[in-house]
């Protein structure tokens, strides 16, 4: 979305379309309120406000002060789901979120 690029895929480098690139402030916003609001949850989700759901991820770095292009790096520390930690890379390492709780929610 920001570099138009495939961080994954040395095979195919340069960008693809780089003047359809956003920032990453609307890439942030596209992936959280942007979504709720479409979805018309904008009451419940997509910020952190009182009485929204506590949805949320911790990251390992903060995306304002790295490089676009190494963002793909980073690493989700902790996810949060109705205000529980459902994983913590620190406790569960590459396990799965909490199912029975994702479900709970309609989330599956």
């Known amino acids: 979305m920001i570099t138009r690029s ?3 895929d040395e095979s195919k480098p340069g960008t693809v379309n780089p003047e359809e690139a956003i920032t990453l402030e609307q890439a942030i916003y596209i992936c959280t309120l942007g979504g ?4 018309g949850v904008e009451d419940l989700l997509g910020s952190i406000d ?3 759901f506590a949805d949320m991820i911790v990251l390992d ?3 304002f002060e790295i490089e ?3 963002i ?3 690493e989700v520390l902790k996810t949060i789901v109705g205000g529980k930690v459902v994983y913590s890379l620190e406790k569960d390492g590459d396990q799965d979120l909490d199912s029975n709780l994702l479900m709970k929610r309609g989330m599956h």
């Open 50 to 52: 009182t009485g929204k």
């Open 6 to 8: 495939n961080p994954f």
């Open 36 to 39: 709720a609001e479409v979805l």
């Open 72 to 74: 793909f790096g980073t």
């Open 61 to 63: 770095q903060n995306l």
């Open 68 to 70: 676009t292009n190494d």
